[in-house]
């Protein structure tokens, strides 16, 4: 089983909404990321959690909140959002995050297309 | 910091032609290279990567990609397409250690053309 997958599929919310996007894997892997992707740009890395820890911030800003309650789930909370972060939000996994002993392929749910009104 | 470049924005082109898209990318270290597709509504899924050895990386699904060092590429060629190849194409880069942080060119959006 290589699936990522990732609830809900579409989301539509107000700005003084707060809702949460999930992210799951049963591949055993240790690493976990959240990409965002606007229209027609590529995605872009938010963050990254090894071992259940966050390991990278690309300075993202607080009303992204994530969370990563156990090695298979990944959250991210959403709160105070503004229409420009209406994109499709993807999760990642792999193997491990750090290539000391090699290459780990990182493996794409199908996204969360979020709408923000 | 890495960097990728693909120039073109879009390609069309008519069903059964060759097709390549490019991508050049800007590292002061050795890194690893990938080709991403994404299909329409739909996440991305790996077509391809160079990670070391022969040059010449091949895909199950015809596609082929080059590296080339001297002139910082890995373009992405498929000799006969298929309208089932409409989608957008992202090359990537990566370190070949440390973290795995991907960054991604903009991506080209290939439309075949019946």
């Known amino acids: 089983d290589t699936e990522v997958t990732q609830t809900p599929k579409h989301l539509v919310m107000g700005m003084t909404n707060k809702k949460s996007l999930k992210c799951e894997q049963h591949?055993?892997?240790?690493?976990m990321y959240w990409y965002k992707q606007k229209a027609k740009k590529p995605p872009e890395l938010m963050f990254v959690?090894?071992?259940?820890?966050?390991?990278i911030n690309e300075s993202v800003p607080s009303r992204f909140s994530p969370e990563c309650p156990n090695s298979s789930l990944l959250n991210l909370h959403l709160h105070a959002l503004q229409p420009e972060d209406s994109a499709l939000y993807l999760c990642?996994?792999?193997?491990?995050?750090?290539?000391?002993?090699?290459?780990?392929?990182?493996?794409f749910g199908p996204g969360t297309r979020l709408t923000v009104t | 910091a890495q960097s990728v470049t693909q120039l073109d924005s879009q390609v069309p082109v008519f069903e059964e032609a060759p097709v390549e898209l490019r991508c050049n990318y800007s590292?002061?270290?050795?890194?690893?290279l990938f080709w991403y597709v994404q299909y329409p509504n739909q996440g991305l899924q790996l077509l391809l990567k160079?990670?070391?050895?022969?040059?010449l990386v091949k895909s199950i699904n015809g596609f082929e990609a080059e590296f080339n060092k001297s002139q910082t590429s890995f373009h992405l060629r498929k000799p006969s397409v298929h309208i089932s190849d409409t989608a957008e194409y992202f090359c990537?880069?990566?370190?070949?250690?440390?973290?795995?942080?991907?960054?991604f060119g903009t991506g080209t959006r290939l439309t075949i053309i019946p």
């Open positions: 990642a996994s792999s193997q491990e995050d750090n290539r000391l002993a090699g290459y780990y392929e990182q493996y």
């Open positions: 591949m055993g892997h240790r690493a």
């Open positions: 959690y090894s071992y259940e820890k966050l390991s």
């Open positions: 590292s002061s270290v050795s890194v690893y």
């Open positions: 160079y990670l070391s050895g022969s040059t």
């Open positions: 990537a880069v990566s370190r070949s250690f440390g973290n795995e942080k991907l960054t």
